[in-house]
């Protein structure tokens, strides 16, 4: 969406990448859809939701690792466990969206039923299965989860290393925006999509090297110059400053001028921007006023769903309210933006023979995503 690059020094961890861009066949080859789904969507943590749909036991929430299902349900101790959302007996979806189960998971279809710790303990007329039916071997399948700072991420992979060590001192970075005592607002659960490959989504929201030609709005409110990007080996972070100087346009003017850092945040976090993109397709949006959380996932190859969150606090005052709706507004006329930016680029990389050119140190996320991609697909792909 957003997000550019000054690079910056950053200590320890901070990563370069080859400067070598994608093959343009990697985002346009349907072929390579079920490699990316198993290199990379069922060995990396995705983005589940917010703890705020999981308020106490019996709360579940459902999710997709790229295409597979997944349910995620707090326990009688008030522990998280996730699941493949998905009945052992004849492959019903068990749960969908958001809400409340009545003391244990139950099958729409025949009525299977499963405690939150996945035991299967219910089957109407069992006796009926004579000797085929062994409870013990059919709880439901389980799943990885972790919260990081409010964030539930599952994770398909059993050996997967935990995302809280994966990404060091994102927590720490987070932490100040109270991300776990926000509330939900506005959602959507990728809903029109983008008409790219979601690689192509990606790449486009951690560069800002487009800003200046493509977003003449987000121009007049950030400060390019000072737009800074910081590259670790699992995350990106982003600081976009605010200028000084108000904007000529009203809804940026009057955005800058109401905006008041939330409960947490200090004056320092008042006029900035900031961005977090872990790999591969999680990114967080940190304003002064709110949290947006995107999940960046596949839909065939040249189409990406982008699952969406808007998070704030519960007692907004009615002036933060409008700092919130100017902030989705600005936002939104930057997304059509980035759609239409995306979309040419998916039907220029149809190009027979072409190559992608050089990449600016203004693009060094891009290149580091590029080599983290590369590197997961290796097994796939030749080279590319
Ligand atoms: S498919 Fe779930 S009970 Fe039959
Ligand atoms: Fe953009």
Same mark, same amino acid.
């Given at each position: 969406?957003?997000?550019?690059?000054?690079?910056?020094?950053?200590?320890?961890?901070?990563?370069?990448?080859?400067?070598?861009?994608?093959?343009?066949?990697?985002?346009?080859?349907?072929?390579?859809?079920?490699? /990316?789904?198993?290199? !990379?969507?069922?060995?990396?943590?995705?983005?589940?939701?917010?703890?705020?749909?999981?308020?106490?036991?019996?709360?579940?929430?459902?999710?997709?690792?790229?295409?597979?299902?997944?349910?995620?349900?707090?326990?009688?101790?008030?522990?998280?466990?996730?699941?493949?959302?998905?009945?052992?007996?004849?492959?019903?979806?068990?749960?969908?969206?958001?809400?409340?189960?009545?003391?244990? !998971?139950?099958?729409?279809?025949?009525?299977?039923?499963?405690?939150?710790?996945?035991?299967?303990?219910?089957?109407?007329?069992?006796?009926?299965?004579?000797?085929?039916?062994?409870?013990?071997? =059919?709880? =439901?399948?389980?799943?990885? &989860?972790?919260?990081?700072?409010?964030?539930?991420?599952?994770?398909?992979?059993?050996?997967?290393?935990?995302?809280?060590?994966?990404?060091?001192?994102?927590?720490?970075? =987070?932490?100040?925006?109270?991300?776990?005592?926000?509330?939900?607002?506005?959602?959507?659960?990728?809903?029109?999509?983008?008409?790219?490959?979601?690689? !192509?989504?990606?790449?486009?929201?951690? /560069?800002?090297?487009? !800003?200046?030609?493509?977003?003449?709005?987000?121009?007049?409110?950030?400060?390019?110059?000072?737009?800074?990007?910081?590259?670790? /080996?699992?995350?990106?972070?982003?600081?976009?400053?605010?200028?000084?100087?108000?904007?000529?346009?009203?809804?940026?003017?009057?955005?800058?001028?109401?905006?008041?850092?939330?409960?947490?945040?200090?004056?320092?976090?008042?006029?900035?921007?900031?961005?977090?993109?872990?790999?591969?397709? @999680?990114?967080?949006?940190?304003?002064?006023?709110?949290?947006?959380?995107?999940?960046?996932?596949?839909?065939?190859?040249?189409?990406?769903?982008? &699952?969406?969150?808007?998070?704030?606090?519960?007692?907004?005052?009615?002036?933060?309210?409008?700092?919130?709706?100017?902030?989705?507004?600005?936002? @939104?006329?930057?997304?059509?933006?980035?759609?239409?930016?995306?979309?040419?680029?998916?039907?220029?990389?149809?190009?027979?023979?072409? &190559?992608?050119?050089?990449?600016?140190?203004?693009?060094?996320?891009?290149?580091?995503?590029?080599?983290?991609?590369?590197?997961?697909?290796?097994?796939? &792909?030749?080279?590319?």
């Amino acid at each position: 969406m957003t997000a550019a690059t000054t690079p910056t020094a950053s200590g320890g961890g901070a990563r370069a990448g080859t400067g070598a861009a994608l093959l343009p066949s990697l985002y346009t080859d349907p072929a390579l859809m079920p490699a /990316e789904q198993e290199l !990379i969507f069922e060995r990396t943590w995705q983005l589940a939701g917010h703890v705020s749909a999981l308020p106490r036991a019996g709360s579940y929430t459902t999710a997709r690792a790229g295409s597979q299902p997944v349910l995620v349900v707090r326990d009688g101790d008030e522990r998280l466990r996730a699941y493949r959302n998905v009945c052992r007996h004849r492959g019903s979806r068990l749960l969908s969206g958001s809400g409340q189960c009545k003391g244990a !998971i139950r099958c729409r279809y025949h009525g299977w039923t499963y405690r939150f710790d996945g035991t299967l303990i219910g089957v109407p007329e069992a006796l009926a299965f004579g000797e085929r039916l062994d409870k013990s071997t =059919l709880g =439901l399948l389980p799943v990885r &989860v972790e919260e990081l700072c409010g964030l539930v991420f599952v994770n398909l992979d059993p050996d997967a290393t935990p995302l809280a060590e994966l990404v060091g001192d994102l927590p720490e970075r =987070l932490a100040r925006y109270r991300i776990e005592a926000l509330e939900p607002f506005a959602q959507s659960d990728g809903g029109d999509g983008q008409p790219a490959n979601w690689k !192509i989504v990606v790449e486009n929201y951690i /560069e800002g090297y487009h !800003i200046p030609i493509a977003h003449p709005g987000l121009m007049r409110m950030l400060d390019y110059k000072r737009y800074a990007v910081d590259v670790r /080996e699992h995350y990106v972070w982003f600081e976009a400053p605010l200028r000084a100087k108000p904007s000529a346009n009203r809804l940026e003017r009057g955005y800058a001028r109401l905006v008041e850092p939330m409960p947490g945040l200090g004056e320092e976090d008042r006029r900035v921007w900031r961005y977090a993109f872990i790999y591969p397709n @999680t990114t967080i949006d940190l304003y002064p006023d709110q949290v947006n959380t995107w999940q960046i996932l596949p839909h065939g190859i040249g189409r990406t769903d982008d &699952v969406f969150g808007s998070y704030r606090p519960a007692d907004s005052s009615p002036r933060t309210r409008l700092v919130q709706w100017l902030n989705q507004r600005l936002n @939104t006329l930057v997304l059509d933006e980035d759609v239409d930016l995306v979309d040419n680029v998916q039907q220029g990389l149809q190009t027979r023979g072409y &190559v992608c050119g050089p990449l600016s140190r203004r693009e060094q996320a891009v290149a580091w995503f590029a080599d983290r991609i590369r590197a997961d697909l290796a097994p796939a &792909v030749a080279s590319g």
